[in-house]
């Protein structure tokens, strides 16, 4: 007994430490492979300070179904790290206690996406009597992952009632849940009353209703779904004559239903009086085109003009209410199959539009208005069918963009363009940002909760957005910080029938939402330079100049003292191959990041040609791809950018670095801007330095600065001053001393033998001097570096050790193994141990 629980704390001593998720989940296998007598250690490791440990224990607690850990484990649900909670619903799932489900519930509304994808499976392993409502409202989650299990579960266990969301599924851009989709609707149709029909098309909007006849249509589903095809019809069953109503075309702001939701315009009296006073002159022809950065609050300008002019029509001021009609040009061409189509479509709308007096179009999407309708065989679009219209005042549009997406797109008309008034839309300052967050916390209701925040949250709130949203302007990225923190701040313990924001919340709420260092953002945490050296150091051999350069940088970060306009750090990473550039860049994405994966590689020598840009940031003939760079960061905008063998890209790639060098932006070809100003950049280059990997016996301190030297001459002979003056730094990486070969070996080595097979069978494997010396002359060579050492210890090392293991079979457990070497090469020796075997830990949690 005393021996296992000695065990458990080693193999929880190691979990801690562990830095690879391979072998977190292998050493938590082992910890439930030792069986209950570990329960009451494990229920101590559910308060332990490292998050990892924290994890293992709630996971391992509930695959053992142990109950009296329930109420640590509903403590957990509030952990600040998303990973515990995630998994602390997963043992509470399986443990099935039903004191659970009222913490469980409140999780559906965490602010982690894969949190709330796990309380929807706890709830299903639970059998929660108000299932369907939870999937129901699931389905409308912003996160792919919990609307696909919401439709999974609903697919068994949903009634009638549910098939307006399970509809919506069938308009999901991904097959699998169009399939599951229809699958739940084969099971429910014969279950559907009347009323049932009556409610899907109560709780379908017209635009809907609409998007699901086209996919019947286009599977060819029309008879095998006859009654629902008819109910969903948007032609009227008696004429079979189009509906005239505005709302066939869009959605309708002045509808009661959607009044409620339109957002205010804080601090935009000026323009949003501006707007009402031109739309009122019935003189005033022309269209209105607001023009600002994102974040500037078009959207809301717009929301705040529609509800004044409501609000007039309602006082009895007008002659006619106001109509609003928000669409987009994807909208318009919905069901339009033929050509021709979608001009007989927008006529229609036309039609419609003139019958009333007091009727304005809000496109949302105004640049496509060019391209789109054309075709192979005609040049016609939309812009051509609304010229007339405008340049005669019977069609009046309020339209929304960026001043660069108008480059690329109405600029390329200037005729259409004149037809519109630009409004420009400015970003707020500091001061006028915090009075918009003040009126918009004033009111402000949260799961029933009123919202408040303590002194000097709010100025806290504007001065970080300002400096780590950096996607969008103010008031905007501001405004999704504040959204951001009552988030979090309702997963946190609370007494009181109000949320209070706390300044010293911030950072914690910003490092979830971002994946930076909590230690980098906080100033009540000290950043230890000493100890972040030394975790480099561990990691990277022998290479000083890029371990200092980081850690220079990240006490840049920290202070908060790097240029705002550009991205964290751009560096030039040359030397050799295979001396650890790729692998450094991995190291700052864990330590910046906290995840190896943030770092987004791109090899640049599969960038030539005159199609290379179009790969990077997309092509003006083709609008529906994106370039892969931009997209990349786009998706994920807190990242470190690895761009190898820099200097083989086409030239026109330099251009497109000196814009993200200076602006820290990139517009790609759709006039879209992606933000650089959250990535850290590295371009690696071996220019001046492939000729050898391995430094020669004696490299002096001489020798290394001539080596220095001659990159420096080689990259100013390559590459331009402009692009080289905008550099952070150039980091020369040294060839591979003798000493720096040992410890890579012995680093790879003790990497090899922590692989799941060997923990798994409790296998120990050392190998000694002569070994280690035989790999260093057959793992390197002077024009790869160490890339060789990973295939030569998996083929002289691993191979026989394998072949030995297999050949044991049963007896492969409890082994010590030694490496050497003689002259035929190396050798590997077995040797039994009498320590018994354990419990095989069995296979890990799904998703854990």
């Not at 019809?233 to 079979?240: D, Y």
């Not at 405008?390 to 309020?398: A, D, F, M, S």
């Not at 993200?660 to 220019?687: C, H, K, P, V, W």
């Not at 600065?705 to 040294?734: H, S, T, Y």
Request: net charge negative; with cysteine; aromatic share 6%.
């Amino acid at each position: 007994m005393q021996n296992v629980e000695e065990e458990a704390r080693q193999i929880l001593e190691e979990l801690g430490q562990s830095q690879d998720e391979e072998r977190y989940r292998i050493l938590r296998d082992q910890l439930y492979g030792l069986g209950p007598s570990v329960i009451e250690i494990l229920r101590g490791e559910l308060h332990s300070p490292n998050y990892r440990r924290r994890m293992a224990a709630a996971t391992n607690l509930g695959r053992m179904g142990d109950t009296e850990s329930v109420p640590v484990i509903i403590q957990l649900l509030n952990d600040p790290l998303a990973h515990v909670r995630e998994m602390a619903l997963f043992a509470l799932g399986i443990i099935g206690e039903p004191s659970a489900v009222d913490a469980i519930v409140h999780s559906l509304s965490d602010y982690d996406a894969n949190v709330r994808f796990r309380a929807v499976v706890a709830l299903g392993d639970l059998g929660y009597p108000q299932l369907e409502d939870v999937l129901i409202n699931a389905m409308s989650d912003e996160s792919y992952g919990v609307r696909e299990q919401a439709l999974s579960q609903l697919r068994q266990v949903g009634t009638p009632r549910a098939m307006p969301v399970i509809l919506r599924g069938l308009l999901e851009r991904e097959y699998e849940m169009q399939q599951m989709a229809e699958e739940a609707v084969d099971r429910l149709i014969p279950r559907m009353s009347r009323e049932n029909y009556k409610q899907v098309q109560e709780a379908l909007t017209m635009r809907e209703r609409r998007l699901i006849l086209n996919y019947l249509e286009s599977r060819n589903l029309q008879e095998v779904y006859g009654a629902l095809w008819q109910r969903l019809q948007v032609v009227s069953a008696k004429s079979a004559a189009p509906q005239k109503g505005l709302d066939k075309y869009g959605r309708l702001l002045n509808a009661p239903h959607e009044r409620d939701q339109l957002n205010h315009a804080w601090g935009r009296d000026d323009v949003v009086e501006l707007l009402v006073q031109h739309f009122m002159e019935p003189s005033a022809e022309r269209s209105i085109l607001l023009v600002g950065d994102t974040g500037t609050g078009k959207s809301a300008i717009v929301h705040e003009m529609a509800r004044r002019l409501i609000e007039l029509g309602e006082k009895g001021d007008e002659e006619e209410a106001w109509q609003i009609l928000e669409t987009n040009t994807s909208e318009l061409m919905s069901g339009t199959r033929y050509l021709g189509d979608w001009e007989t479509k927008l006529k229609e709308m036309a039609e419609v539009v003139m019958k009333h007096k007091r009727v304005i179009l809000y496109m949302t999407n105004p640049n496509d208005l060019l391209g789109a309708g054309a075709h192979s065989k005609s040049d016609e679009n939309f812009a051509d069918f609304f010229k007339p219209y405008l340049q005669r005042g019977e069609i009046r549009i309020i339209a929304e963009c960026t001043e660069e997406s108008m480059k690329n797109g109405l600029s390329r008309e200037p005729g259409f363009l004149r037809l519109f008034k630009q409004v420009k839309v400015h970003p707020m300052n500091d001061a006028e940002t915090l009075e918009v967050l003040e009126n918009r916390i004033e009111g402000l209701v949260h799961e029933k909760k009123t919202v408040e925040a303590e002194p000097h949250c709010l100025e806290h709130i504007v001065d970080f957005a300002r400096s780590f949203y950096t996607r969008s302007v103010a008031p905007g990225r501001a405004c999704d910080l504040m959204d951001a923190l009552v988030d979090f701040t309702a997963r946190q313990p609370h007494t009181e029938d109000k949320l209070v924001l706390k300044r010293a919340d911030i950072p914690t709420c910003l490092s979830e939402v971002t994946g930076i260092s909590l230690d980098l953002l906080d100033d009540t945490i000290p950043l230890d330079l000493e100890h972040t050296e030394q975790w480099f150091s561990q990691r990277l051999i022998d290479q000083n100049q890029a371990i200092d350069g980081i850690v220079n940088r990240l006490s840049l970060i920290k202070t908060g003292l790097t240029a705002p306009e550009k991205p964290l750090g751009i560096y030039f990473l040359v030397g050799p191959t295979g001396v650890g550039k790729t692998y450094f860049t991995k190291l700052v994405a864990e330590r910046l990041f906290g995840d190896p994966k943030r770092m987004v590689r791109f090899d640049l020598s599969e960038y030539q040609g005159r199609y290379a840009v179009e790969k990077l940031i997309g092509s003006p003939h083709d609008k529906d791809r994106e370039g892969l760079l931009t997209e990349a960061v786009r998706n994920q905008p807190y990242c470190v950018l690895l761009f190898d063998e820099f200097e083989k890209a086409d030239p026109e790639i330099f251009s497109l670095f000196l814009q993200i060098m200076d602006e820290g932006r990139l517009t790609d070809a759709r006039g879209e801007t992606t933000d650089f100003r959250q990535t850290l950049i590295f371009l690696t280059s071996n220019l001046g330095a492939s000729k050898s990997s391995v430094a020669p016996l004696g490299f002096s301190n001489e020798a290394e600065a001539a080596f220095e030297g001659k990159i420096q001459k080689k990259l100013e002979e390559f590459f331009a001053p402009e692009f080289l003056n905008r550099l952070d730094d150039v980091v020369v990486f040294e060839p591979l001393t003798p000493q720096a070969m040992d410890r890579l070996v012995q680093l790879e080595l003790n990497k090899a033998f922590e692989r799941r097979g060997f923990l798994r069978r409790r296998i120990h494997v050392t190998a000694d001097r002569s070994a280690r010396k035989w790999l260093e002359e057959n793992g390197f060579s002077s024009r790869y570096g160490a890339r060789e050492l990973h295939r030569v210890i998996e083929k002289a090392v691993l191979t026989p050790i394998s072949r030995l293991l297999v050949e044991e079979a049963d007896a492969a457990r409890d082994l010590k193994v030694t490496v050497s070497a003689s002259d035929s090469g190396i050798e590997v020796k077995v040797n039994k141990t009498k320590k018994p075997v354990p419990k095989d830990p069995g296979q890990p949690p799904v998703g854990a």
